[in-house]
């Protein structure tokens, strides 16, 4: 079993950057595949980023392309978001995901989830 602890969402004005990290108590970290989801009010879940056990691939959804930055510290057991140039429309409720590294990460599909961490961008 995996716990994951998402936080640093926040209120931003458009333009602006956050970073939300999350925490997770897998023994064997670097064996996981650690995603971002989101999710709008009215809206269905979106597959965000995601990166790979080592670090080595990374995914990214059309829409952050060039404006975030997925990162782990296996160290630390810790992934991160880094969320530039903030737009209006990035505002959700930001999900962490963990899994097995055995799928592409294309891969919409994940057995982990945080509680997430709300990020709000006024525009």
């Known amino acids: 079993q995996v716990q994951l602890v998402d936080s640093g969402g926040g209120l931003v004005q458009a333009g602006g950057s956050l970073r939300l990290s999350c925490a997770a108590s897998?023994?064997?970290?670097?064996?996981?595949?650690m995603g971002w989801f989101r999710q709008a009010p009215g809206n269905g879940r979106e597959y965000v980023a995601a990166?790979?056990?080592?670090?080595?691939?990374?995914y990214y959804t059309d829409s952050v392309k060039g404006r975030f930055t997925i990162s782990r510290d296996n160290a630390k057991n810790t992934v991160y978001l880094q969320m530039n140039s903030l737009k209006h429309e990035d505002t959700a409720r930001y999900y962490c995901?963990?899994?097995?590294?055995?799928?592409?990460?294309?891969?919409?599909?994940?057995?982990?989830w945080g509680r997430g961490t709300q990020v709000t961008v006024s525009s």
């Open positions: 995901t963990a899994r097995r590294d055995l799928l592409s990460l294309r891969t919409p599909q994940y057995d982990y």
């Open positions: 897998a023994r064997t970290f670097s064996t996981y595949v």
């Open positions: 990166i790979s056990g080592s670090g080595g691939s990374i």
